[in-house]
């Protein structure tokens, strides 16, 4: 069970380079969602979307741009990197609530990846 | 603004004796609460789950309780063995009519000792 894949799993980059960030997750989730976790902090959510074709802001959105083309893939890019976005990135994916009876329902992650900004 | 954190950052516990983890959250609109274990270098995996509508569940080895009046969470994992070393996240969530918005705290590290 592959679940949630991220690639690449490190990083590093150069003050306003740009790259894009791949998760691919074979559950057929509805929603997928993009997070960075920082030194004592909690994950912090940066987009996230709930369908095909659909994309919205998280809590910490600047700087990032994503897309969702496919279902199953989710794609977080960085413009023009900054060293405060040096951090670790997980993606994670959940069912919709219109697609369970019980409702609410967990969000499963991938591995991460540990990107440094120089 | 929303909150759920740890009352512990670090917890040390013998092998073998029962680990209690404790979190509080400040968003009463929440429903839906979900422990985490997060091993270093890996990814945050799903523990266990409660509704709001209930107080306590099991699963193997591990138990949450919910207390709603004091907006307090806790999970127990009974005979805790060196493979539970790793750190726990509680996480609170509630829907907002487009999707379910989880807000994480900050993690306690169990550390399990021989």
């Known amino acids: ?118 | 603004g929303e909150s759920v954190g740890l009352h512990l950052p670090t917890l040390s516990v013998q092998e073998g004796d029962n680990s209690i983890i404790n979190c509080a959250y400040s968003n009463s609109a929440s429903d839906y609460f979900i422990w985490y274990k997060q091993e270093s270098g890996k990814g945050p995996q799903f523990i266990i789950d409660i509704r709001s509508n209930m107080d306590k569940r099991q699963g193997q080895r591990v138990t949450v309780l919910l207390n709603k009046t004091v907006k307090h969470l806790s999970l127990q994992i009974a005979a805790t063995q060196p493979g539970d070393s790793a750190v726990y996240f509680c996480a609170g969530t509630h829907y907002t009519g487009t999707a379910s918005k989880l807000t994480f705290g900050t993690g306690t590290r169990l550390q399990v000792t021989l």
């Open chain 1, 1 to 118: 069970n592959a679940g949630v894949t991220q690639t690449p799993k490190f990083r590093v980059l150069k003050t306003g380079q740009s790259m894009t960030l791949l998760c691919a997750q074979d559950m057929n989730h509805e929603y997928m969602y993009w997070y960075r976790q920082d030194p004592g902090m909690g994950l912090r959510l940066i987009h996230y979307s709930v369908g095909e074709g659909t994309t919205a802001k998280g809590e910490v959105p600047d700087g990032y741009n994503v897309s969702r083309l496919k279902k199953q893939n989710f794609l977080l890019g960085l413009e023009s990197a900054a060293p405060s976005q040096t951090s670790v990135y997980f993606c994670a994916s959940s069912y919709s609530m219109t697609a369970q009876v019980q409702g609410n329902q967990p969000q499963h992650f991938g591995d991460g990846t540990r990107l440094s900004i120089l």
